[in-house]
Structures are given as C-alpha cells and as structure tokens.
C-alpha cells in the first residue's frame, strides 16, 4: 500500500549554520513517500546557495522578504496541498531527525481520524536529553517520554511546538492557514487552539524524536535578541486577547493579568529599553484591535457552529 504523500516544509532566515546537518538528516529518513520544500526569507547569509548546492533534490521558494513565521510557512503550505500532500510537515531548520520520525508520525495520525496535529519529543541538538521545551511544557509527562517503548501510543496535549509540527491536510481545509497576525511566535498554539474548538486532537507521539537547538537566528545578536522578546510578548498579547472560548471581558481580564505580569517583569529588571518596548507593544495592540476583534468574532462563530451542530 502506497504511504499518504508528506510534504515537509523548512521556513528559513539566515539558518546556514543548521541547514546542511538538518537536510542531511532527512535524507536518513526511513520514509518512502515525502518531499521536502525549502522557504527562505530572504536569507543574507548564502542558505539559498547552500541549498541548491547540496540538494538539488529540494524545491526552493525564495521570498523577496521576511514573511515571518506564518505567511513564510503559508506559502510553503499552499503548495504542498496544491500537490495533494495528505500531511503537512513544518520543520525548523535548526533541527536534525531521526530516521523513524516521520514513519511513526504518520501511523499515529492514520489510526485515529480524530487526530489533527502531531508533534514529536524534542531532544536537545547535541545529545539524548530532553531540550527545554519538553522539559517545560510537557514537564508532567517526563517519566513516560522517558521509557518511549513503554509509552502511550499518543498523549493528547494542548499543543505542539512549530519547530516540528505535522498537520492532516483536512485541518488546513477546516480552519484555514496561519493567522499572519503572528509574525513569530504563538501562530501555532493559536493554530491549535483553533483546530481545537474545530473538534481535532493535538497528539505528541512518544516514538517520534528529533533534536532541536531553539532559538536559531533569534540568537545572533543583542538587537536580535531583542526583537524576538517584542515578537513574543506581542504575540502573547494578541493570543490572550482572542481567545475564541471567552467572553470580550473575559479576554480584557487575562491581558490585564498579562500586562501586569510583564510590568513586574520590567521593575524587577529595568531598563528603558524594555520599557520602551512594553509601550510600543501596547500601541501595537490598540492600533490592530479592529482587526483581534474580528479575529475573536469570527473564530467564536465557528466554535458555536461546532457546538450546536
């Protein structure tokens, strides 16, 4: 029986330094049915090069800007459900798989058709131990990620980090794509929370691995460094603010409870820098609210359709 069709899509910026040990590694892939597309946003360190160099075998879309995270990955997303890929892989490229990854990815998602979006257990870049996300978001299920065979075939979770991050073509067909109002960071646990009320299981499959280093470009320099906590913090704000399953108030409510939790933040550890940055976050917030409003408005019709159909 012919494997579903996988398309794995590598949204990259300025990722040379990972880009050949990740490409690499999915050649080691003991899958027989997937392509991989690499999207680069407008890359200045030779990716692109890199990339036609070494692997020819790789599609290539280069993008004339940075798109960020969502709209980078959308584009990459479109064409592999133009080319009938029945799963849709994203994959950071500061990243390096083992070979049974993807294999034991897609039988979890063929065994149950409840199952929307499955992500696998992160592993440091350099070694077996467990990275910091898995270690923090999945911290309750440690003892069982530990012993893999012995595991659950699936645990259900809340979401899954976009650094891998597989989605059954019928999700993007019910939901849509990435909100790019997220320029990075929360456009997939927005996408999960969406996928969620749209009645779909986020599954972390235990028998699935890869190595992730984190952070990858954002860690190039102070002004990088920087900008990635404004993307976050932003992104946090505008995920609170449009929760689908609470009230308008009730949204208000948790970004004051934000705003607060990043104003402490601030007094503990001042600088006018970050100061700066809350302020200029909050502009942000007020001058998009139009558009977070009809964000909530529209995704809140969908939830009560699925709830009363």
């Not at 990716?47 to 798109?67: A, M």
């Not at 990075?184 to 927005?190: H, K, R, T, V």
């Not at 409510?253 to 402490?264: I, M």
Request: with cysteine.
């Amino acid at each position: 029986m012919l494997q579903p069709l996988v398309y794995i899509v590598v949204l990259n910026y300025n990722g040379k330094r990972w880009l050949r040990t990740c490409l690499e590694s999915l050649s080691s892939t003991r899958y027989d049915n997937f392509r991989t597309i690499f999207i680069d946003n407008a890359s200045n360190d030779d990716s692109v090069e890199l990339v036609k160099t070494f692997f020819p075998q790789v599609e290539c879309i280069i993008n004339s800007s940075n798109y960020g995270f969502s709209e980078g990955n959308n584009i990459g997303i479109l064409k592999a459900l133009a080319d009938d890929a029945e799963y849709i892989v994203l994959l950071n490229p500061d990243t390096r798989v083992e070979p049974e990854w993807l294999a034991n990815i897609v039988k979890i998602g063929e065994s149950d058709p409840g199952i929307g979006i499955l992500g696998a257990v992160q592993l440091n870049y350099e070694n077996n131990d467990f990275n910091s996300w898995t270690k923090t978001a999945l911290s309750r299920h440690q003892a069982e990620l530990r012993e893999p065979e012995n595991a659950r075939q699936w645990i259900p979770v809340d979401w899954v980090e976009g650094a891998c991050f597989a989605v059954k073509r019928g999700v993007f067909n019910d939901i849509g794509m990435f909100d790019p109002i997220y320029f990075a960071f929360y456009e997939e646990i927005d996408f999960c929370r969406r996928a969620a009320c749209h009645g779909y299981q986020i599954a972390l499959v235990p028998r699935s691995s890869i190595h992730h280093f984190r952070g990858g470009s954002w860690q190039a320099s102070q002004k990088i460094k920087r900008e990635r906590d404004y993307r976050c913090d932003r992104s946090q704000f505008i995920y609170n603010l449009t929760d689908p399953r609470k009230t308008l108030p009730g949204n208000f409510r948790l970004y004051l409870v934000t705003l607060g939790s990043k104003c402490k933040e601030l007094l503990l550890d001042f600088s006018f820098a970050r100061a700066w940055d809350l302020l200029r976050m909050q502009f942000d917030v007020l001058v998009n609210s139009g558009k977070l409003f009809g964000k909530w408005r529209r995704e809140r019709s969908i939830l009560r359709k699925g709830l009363t159909a």
